[in-house]
């Protein structure tokens, strides 16, 4: 439905927007988050979420838009890179990444988030607990304990980006990656054709 693409990307431009303000920083956010969303053959919709969540808990961290937007996209790219070498189909890293959103909205990651990571993406959890510099085992312990802040899980992954990286590169192309960036590509193109047109009812 060409209307529903439309409106999921508008509405995920006004979630990045809120963070960024309507200004030079927005669009750089906002390319920002096509690039990675490419480079790392990830939804467009979940990378543009997770962008939002990352860099407002840097802008409560003290840093300002334009640093908070940086850091977001590097870590995002981290998160995304490490979903993918879960060798998670696309629901189930769709669905991990999803459930950190929801930690980074709650300000701790725990219960049922933590296990959905855990469980669908083991290699972000053990990029997150190698950054802690503690055994999976004991990163459980700490969620239960209520010691995975949304600053902690930050800081951890921030950490492992190169090393993430690194694995990511080695990744071979697929079909299911492709058709993740050919969806990915159809949606910013509905989304330009929406915003350049200015008129619902030339898209539709």
Known sequence: ?????????????????????????????????????LATHSALEETGTLFARVAQAGKDAGLNTQQASEQSLRLVETINQAAQLSGASAQASSAAITQLVQGFQSGVLRGDEFNSVMEQ?????????????????????????????????????????????????????????ALQDLSTQWTLYVGELDKSSGDRKSVV
Do not use: C, H, Y
Not at 1 to 8: E, K, L, M, P, R
Not at 32 to 37: D, K, S, T, W
Not at 122 to 133: K, N
């Open 1 to 37: 439905d060409v209307a529903q693409t439309a409106d999921a990307v508008n509405n995920l431009r006004s979630r990045i927007e809120l963070v960024t303000g309507a200004s030079a920083d927005f669009a750089a956010a906002w390319d920002g988050v096509q690039r990675v969303a």
């Open 121 to 177: 993406a083991p290699r972000l959890a053990q990029a997150l607990a190698d950054g802690l510099g503690v055994t999976t085992g004991e990163l459980r312990k700490m969620a239960e304990a209520g010691e995975l802040s949304a600053q902690t899980v930050i800081d951890a992954l921030k950490g492992q980006s190169d090393a993430v990286a690194q694995e990511f590169a080695k990744l071979p192309p697929t079909v299911g990656r």
